[in-house]
């Protein structure tokens, strides 16, 4: 496997801290969601790993239309549902649901291109078997 990106971002102070990337660009507070009994106010880990699956599988749904020759309507969206579970045992675990939009394609062809599309996504394939993705075709 060839290496085509690294991304690096610190945190300090976990859940109610601060994540910092080394460009800079990603510089702000973390906090627990008041779901979760904290304060609110700031991001968090799930809202950031289901912006970043929810773009990596909309370019993902991208190239393998492409491929195809369909150009996907500018409406198409994917919406990334990440969830916090407690297992019985105390552990944490994730679970995600994408709700994907596939505008200007039946609902057939939209399955099989969101099918397609879990295949190459790198966020899909890390976490396969891993993770419980449901994915969703919205009509």
């Known amino acids: 496997m060839k ?4 991304a690096e971002v610190t945190a300090t102070g976990g859940r109610s801290g601060q994540i910092k990337s080394t460009d800079g660009i990603l510089d702000m507070p973390v906090r627990l969601p008041e779901g979760l009994g ?10 950031l790993f289901a912006a970043g699956y929810a773009a990596c599988f909309q ?3 991208m190239l393998v239309a492409g491929k195809q020759k369909i150009r996907l ?4 969206t994917v919406t990334a549902q990440v969830g916090l579970d407690q297992f019985e045992d105390g552990r ?3 679970a995600v649901q994408l709700d994907v939009k596939v505008d200007g394609v039946d609902k057939a062809k939209a399955e099989e291109l969101v099918a397609q599309a879990h295949e190459v996504c790198p ?3 890390g976490t396969r078997g891993n993770i419980d993705v449901k994915l969703n ?3």
């Open 123 to 125: 966020y899909s394939v």
């Open 3 to 6: 290496r085509m990106y690294t």
């Open 137 to 139: 075709v919205l009509d």
């Open 38 to 47: 904290g304060k609110g106010g700031a991001t968090n880990p799930e809202q």
């Open 92 to 94: 944490f675990g994730l």
């Open 59 to 61: 370019s993902a749904l």
């Open 73 to 76: 309507d500018e409406n198409s």
